[in-house]
């Protein structure tokens, strides 16, 4: 069993910048493909981004391209979400997961098997 623990969360202007980090333990995480997804009050969880086990691959929705960064370093076990020109609209909870597989199959949160507590990300306007 996987053990993700995500930090980096808070609160900051429109404009702003934060970086979250996924630790893990447990399983290899080497092996899986990781992703950032997010929940806003009253809303559905909803896919942010993801990369491959190699880091190699990386894909993004539409809302965050251009402005949010995934990465990993698989040596230190952890991912990262680099998020630039943040919006309100990006105000949520904030988890990572990890992948059933080495390689992206979805954005379905069904396509991810072990879950974070999750971190807010605030951003005031």
């Known amino acids: 069993q996987v053990q993700l623990v995500e930090s980096g969360g808070g609160l900051v202007q429109a404009g702003g910048s934060l970086r979250l980090s996924c630790a893990a333990s447990g399983r290899t995480f080497s092996d899986y493909a990781m992703g950032w997804f997010r929940q806003a009050p009253g809303k559905e969880r909803e896919f942010v981004a993801a990369?491959?086990?190699?880091?190699?691959?990386?894909f993004y929705a539409d809302s965050v391209k251009g402005r949010f960064t995934i990465s990993r370093v698989n040596a230190k076990n952890t991912m990262y979400q680099q998020m630039n020109s943040l919006k309100p609209e990006d105000t949520a909870v904030y988890y990572c997961?990890?992948?059933?597989?080495?390689?992206?199959?979805?954005?379905?949160?069904?396509?991810?098997?072990?879950w974070g507590q999750g971190t807010q990300v605030t951003v005031s306007s």
């Open positions: 997961a990890r992948a059933g597989g080495n390689y992206y199959s979805g954005p379905r949160p069904t396509d991810f098997r072990s």
């Open positions: 990369i491959n086990w190699s880091g190699g691959s990386t």
